[in-house]
């Protein structure tokens, strides 16, 4: 799949305005930062650059360069465990993916274009003129390092993986890499607390939709599961009163509600280690995601920034 193809796939506005989901109610300080960095973070998957970077070594399938570059910090590992790494995606639409990348580029290779194209795209975008990019991204970046080096790694793979690169010199790729850093903790973080749960991929997919604002199956469907599959999940979690047709039923809603909890639970660490700068580093990187949506940089639709 080529890069003009998953931009057609996931830049599409919502056909409608929705409803205001609950993934977007009075979000916690550790969940308010989560969706501030997002588009940001989505640098590392959408930069134009890095769709030439990844071109340029000879890896034009966009989709299989994905998966490759997000795998990557846990080395090369066998095709299952890069499938269950990534956790909410079905393992015959990555499995190949991940085979087509790993033997098409080499691995450092594929984590120094991730590194490094990013910044220049955000650059782009914001301004190569703005001085204050520069000065204000070396700080945010200074503010989400505390919150890094403070997290735990526990259960934590792709996270832990990241940990190990090296940090680019630019500070707006550094600003880049720190949200991509931070995004794959909580990621890693939230898929603990649904196994804890006893939650498959498919049905986290679909609570997850549903609690940012997807119809039933919109967004599962994007990860690959097929119309059976999903309909099989939902079906598991309207027997434990979880949906109520196609919607979260009132217990459904609080059930997610304390998954979110324990997710932003297992950030403590983070979120007390940036302290006082949390607030104001939120509003920044709010400010500069929401530019990046409007400048076409990242996806428009503000269900897709909530389930990330």
Not at 54 to 78: C, E, I, K
Request: charged share 25%.
């Amino acid at each position: 799949m080529d890069y003009p193809t998953m931009r057609g796939l996931f830049f599409s506005p919502p056909d409608g305005p929705r409803p205001t989901p609950p993934a977007a109610t009075s979000p916690s300080p550790a969940r308010a930062l989560r969706d501030a960095i997002e588009p940001l973070a989505c640098l590392s998957i959408w930069s134009p650059e890095a769709a030439e970077g990844y071109a340029a070594l000879g890896l034009d399938d966009y989709f299989a360069a994905y998966v490759w570059q997000r795998v990557a910090p846990l080395g090369t590992p066998p095709e299952p465990l890069a499938v269950t790494a990534l956790g909410v995606f079905d393992g015959g639409l990555i499995g190949p993916q991940y085979a087509l990348g790993a033997s098409a580029v080499d691995r450092d290779k594929i984590v120094a274009v991730r590194l490094d194209a990013p910044g220049r795209t955000l650059r782009r975008v914001l301004g190569e003129d703005l001085p204050e990019l520069g000065r204000e991204a070396a700080a945010a970046v200074v503010a989400l390092r505390r919150g890094i080096d403070a997290a735990d790694r526990t259960a934590r793979p792709l996270f832990t993986g990241l940990l190990a690169e090296p940090w680019p010199d630019d500070p707006a790729a550094a600003l880049v890499h720190a949200c991509h850093v931070l995004r794959e903790h909580r990621g890693d973080s939230h898929l603990a607390v649904c196994a804890v749960d006893g939650l498959d991929a498919v049905q986290m997919n679909v609570l997850t939709e549903l609690w940012c604002g997807y119809p039933l199956g919109a967004y599962t469907a994007s990860r690959g599961w097929a119309p059976d599959r999903i309909e099989a999940a939902a079906d598991e979690l309207r027997a434990r009163g979880l949906l109520d047709g196609d919607r979260l039923s009132a217990d459904g809603l609080r059930h997610r509600a304390t998954l979110e909890a324990r997710t932003d639970g297992m950030q403590r660490a983070v979120v007390a280690a940036i302290g006082a700068d949390l607030d104001p580093v939120t509003r920044l990187l709010d400010g500069w995601s929401d530019a990046l949506v409007a400048a076409g940089a990242a996806p428009p639709d503000p269900a897709k920034r909530l389930a990330g």
